[in-house]
């Protein structure tokens, strides 16, 4: 049988994947040297490759190597295209990384094997090679990634170089693979740690732990600052006060988060739930300027007025009456007001600018 000359697949006219599906058949052999391991490149050629029965991986750049990290991070992703890379944008954006990475971590854990190259190379070799034990074997090297872009499934702006050799002429890169994958020296096993890499994508965790996590991804970097003795000013009673005394740990937390940011942005909006407390927050925040010697005024709605006016008079519900609040306290609709009487504050001679 005449072998095929070379062929030249730039993805714009021959494809890479093309050449794959004619070749690949059931009980095939995969050898593959690339930059990236798209699940993507995995689930649009899952017919052809669900058919081999093993394929031989090896990352062209140190990837997944156990020494790169010095702790372990359960839910951390690495960024080498095992979701997509920026060819595969609208893969990504059809919500489907769930059921792509389970039936992807199946196949890998069935069939795969993967290893990385330990040191950086200044010129990383790419490589496909199909193995069929006879003459349709075929070896396709140059600029192919395992990437929807580098298999020429989905468009791109690469500029792409393969050259597809056949039969015998492959023979020569299956012996190249086979010295590399044949070399613990240069190669180190990640398999495992692309395993771990895929359950996090499909992995079905609580909703209250996706919630958790996204707080904590959030405020994280602000952690540190919340410190009390750096935030309260040296010799503040506030931690002497019935009102802080009287609070959950939670309360204080946010005691001590808004008086930073006061003092940071000039503001500071509290939002907790119904039922969480913010009265008793916001008159802990109240007492500390105050014990500053800052006048403070609350603005309330005139039908929860009494709500605040109670902690500042000599009354038997005030129990926080050893606090001496001292704050002014009107109704919001006084601020549209420039005369007459709230409760016993003139507005027409209120001095706006002590507050």
Do not use: H
């Given at each position: 049988m005449d072998i095929k000359a070379p062929k030249l697949l730039d993805n714009k006219d021959n494809f890479v994947y093309t050449e794959l599906e004619e070749s690949i058949k059931k009980g095939s052999k995969l050898s593959i040297i690339s930059r990236?391991?798209?699940?993507?490149?995995?689930?649009?050629?899952?017919?052809?490759?669900?058919?081999?029965?093993?394929?031989?991986?090896?990352?062209?750049?140190?990837?997944?190597?156990?020494t790169h990290n010095k702790e372990a991070r359960q839910y951390y992703i690495d960024n080498n295209s095992i979701f997509g890379n920026e060819y595969e944008i609208k893969l990504k954006n059809e919500m489907t990384q769930g059921s792509v990475s389970k039936e992807c971590s199946k196949w890998i854990n069935n069939c795969v094997e993967i290893k990385s190259f330990k040191d950086h190379n200044e010129a990383p070799?790419?490589?496909?090679?199909?193995?069929?034990?006879?003459?349709?074997?075929?070896?396709?090297?140059?600029?192919?990634?395992?990437?929807?872009?580098?298999?020429?499934?989905?468009?791109?702006?690469?500029?792409?170089?393969?050259?597809?050799?056949?039969?015998?002429?492959?023979?020569?890169?299956?012996?190249?693979?086979?010295?590399?994958?044949?070399?613990?020296?240069?190669?180190?096993?990640?398999?495992?740690?692309?395993?771990?890499?895929?359950?996090?994508?499909?992995?079905?965790?609580?909703?209250?732990f996706?919630?958790?996590?996204?707080?904590?991804?959030?405020?994280?970097?602000?952690?540190?600052?919340?410190?009390?003795?750096?935030?309260?000013?040296?010799?503040?009673?506030?931690?002497?006060?019935?009102?802080?005394?009287?609070?959950?740990?939670?309360?204080?937390?946010?005691?001590?988060?808004?008086?930073?940011?006061?003092?940071?942005?000039?503001?500071?909006?509290?939002?907790?739930?119904?039922?969480?407390?913010?009265?008793?927050?916001?008159?802990?925040?109240?007492?500390?300027y105050e014990s500053r010697n800052d006048r403070v005024l609350v603005l309330t709605p005139k039908k929860l007025r009494e709500n605040w006016t109670i902690y500042t008079q000599n009354d038997k519900r005030n129990i926080f009456v050893n606090d001496r609040f001292n704050y002014d306290v009107l109704n919001h609709t006084d601020l549209s007001r420039e005369g007459g009487y709230s409760d016993s504050i003139n507005l027409a001679t209120i001095n706006w600018s002590n507050y």
């Open positions: 990236y391991f798209s699940m993507y490149a995995y689930f649009s050629l899952r017919k052809s490759f669900n058919k081999i029965n093993t394929l031989s991986f090896i990352y062209a750049e140190p990837t997944f190597l156990k070799l790419r490589l496909i090679c199909v193995d069929n034990g006879d003459d349709s074997n075929i070896a396709i090297n140059g600029s192919v990634d395992f990437t929807t872009a580098g298999l020429g499934i989905t468009s791109s702006n690469r500029n792409e170089g393969n050259t597809c050799s056949y039969g015998f002429s492959a023979d020569s890169f299956f012996m190249l693979f086979d010295n590399f994958w044949n070399n613990d020296e240069i190669l180190e096993d990640v398999k495992d740690e692309v395993l771990s890499q895929m359950t996090t994508m499909y992995k079905e965790n609580p909703a209250e996706i919630y958790f996590l996204s707080l904590y991804n959030i405020f994280s970097n602000d952690l540190d600052s919340l410190d009390e003795d750096k935030i309260v000013r040296k010799g503040n009673d506030l931690k002497n006060t019935q009102i802080w005394n009287k609070l959950y740990k939670f309360q204080k937390d946010a005691v001590i988060g808004i008086i930073d940011k006061i003092e940071r942005y000039n503001g500071c909006i509290l939002a907790d739930s119904v039922g969480l407390g913010k009265t008793f927050t916001a008159l802990a925040v109240i007492k500390y």
